[in-house]
């Protein structure tokens, strides 16, 4: 992937225009020169990420566009046609894997999440080293199948989906709105990723914020269980259980309370909520050196190692999780489909054989990538641990995987 910027600089502003040429020969070896196959037109392109916004090596949102600056879906690298796309920059995780792991265990358990593409980024002449091409969470029928809304679906049917709400940080500027359930003294901070919270009519806010409170309302009563009232009713409850095994396995720090997905299709196509799709799972499998989330009881149990029964110290895990974990039914799902995933998808020898594919695949491109950046054997936060060579940190997240399966099953 070659942009070029012109000069321009690009911060997490507004996206700034540029060029982007991308050189892609399936199975054989692509070098700079080489004539620009896979695409070669317009973009713009902005830094995106908040932590990880610090690093030198910087994670980028690009929109494909035409000649008049409008955006235009096209096919990046055999992934379906969008205008959508994150450049994301694993530079912490030295495996170069540990979100792609996350998001590639999403989908083969029959779930929505981005699809992958590793690449490698120069940027205005400056080899950046290896990058994982992704799709932007957004509707579209090849990645968060569900209707439109448009911007006069102001009544009826149309008007109750499709949506598409991030659980996160909030806001500077006052687009999403806090829950009206709080953790200790925190609310959630809800936003409408799609459409964007700024393009929302008047009606469409309000009907979305008074889905998620009766949504809320349910969790929150004495009768959230009943099957005909409760949860059941308004949720498609494998996708909260699908969500909440990734997380477990990864043991992902911000799952439930960061970057964490809601959709909800309109009411003629179910119109229940779903949870995913599942994103940005870098500080996970074992990458992390703190847990921000001192463990409470859950169930009566200590639960210790499970996110789910963690209370945040800066942002907290919204209070309906702690619900849907306190009633049997849900955690019997939990249980039965966790002990029908580790005989396939959550294999361990499965699971090591896709990492040690991973593993050969960047082998080469992993030391141009360690030559631009020399942190391998180097504190990076919050490292959990620090190898000295590619393979060594491999060898560490495969171990980990095992430990992590072996602790769960117990």
């Not at 969008?82 to 530079?91: F, G, I, Q, R, T």
């Not at 002990?339 to 054989?353: F, P, Y």
């Not at 990538?369 to 940190?393: D, I, K, S």
Request: charged letters at 20%; one cysteine or more.
């Amino acid at each position: 992937m070659v942009i070029e910027t012109g000069g321009r600089v690009v911060t997490e502003g507004g996206k700034v225009p540029a060029r982007m040429g991308v050189i892609d020969h399936p199975g054989a070896l692509n070098t700079l020169g080489d004539v620009f196959d896979g695409y070669d037109g317009a973009i713009g392109i902005r830094v995106r990420g908040s932590s990880s916004a610090g690093f030198p090596k910087v994670s980028y949102t690009v929109e494909t566009r035409d000649a008049d600056g409008g955006d235009t879906a096209v096919s990046l690298l055999g992934l379906p046609k969008d205008s959508d796309w994150v450049l994301y920059a694993p530079y912490s995780d030295k495996t170069l894997m540990r979100d792609v792991l996350a998001l590639t265990l999403a989908r083969a358990m029959g779930n929505y999440a981005s699809r992958h593409r590793f690449c490698e980024l120069v940027l205005d002449g400056d080899y950046r080293g290896v990058y994982v091409l992704l799709e932007m969470p957004e509707r579209a029928p090849h990645r968060v199948d569900m209707a439109q809304v448009h911007a006069e679906d102001l009544s009826g049917d149309a008007l109750t989906g499709g949506y598409l709400i991030d659980i996160n940080h909030q806001e500077q500027d006052g687009d999403g709105w806090l829950s009206g359930y709080a953790v200790v003294d925190q609310r959630p901070y809800y936003a409408c990723a799609d459409p964007a919270a700024a393009d929302l009519q008047p009606e469409q806010r309000a009907y979305l914020e008074g889905a998620v409170d009766a949504f809320e309302a349910t969790l929150a009563g004495a009768r959230y269980a009943d099957v005909d009232s409760g949860y059941p009713h308004q949720l498609e409850v494998g996708s909260f259980v699908d969500y909440l095994l990734v997380s477990e396995v990864a043991r992902n720090v911000d799952a439930y309370r960061l970057s964490a997905y809601m959709s909800k299709a309109r009411d003629s196509a179910g119109g229940r909520w779903r949870m995913g799709p599942v994103w940005d799972v870098d500080l996970a499998f074992g990458n992390v050196d703190y847990d921000g989330h001192p463990t409470v009881p859950l169930q009566g149990d200590p639960a210790e190692g499970l996110q789910i029964g963690s209370r945040g110290v800066e942002l907290l895990i919204p209070f309906w999780w702690r619900r849907l974990a306190a009633d049997r039914a849900f955690v019997h799902t939990v249980g039965v489909r966790y002990q029908s995933l580790r005989r396939g998808v959550l294999a361990s020898d499965s699971l090591v054989t896709w990492v040690r594919a991973t593993q050969a695949q960047l082998q080469a491109p992993a030391a141009r990538n360690f030559a631009r950046w020399p942190v391998l054997g180097v504190y990076v936060w919050p490292n959990g641990y620090v190898g000295q060579t590619y393979n060594e940190e491999v060898d560490y997240l495969v171990q980990w995987l095992r430990h992590r399966l072996d602790w769960l099953d117990a």
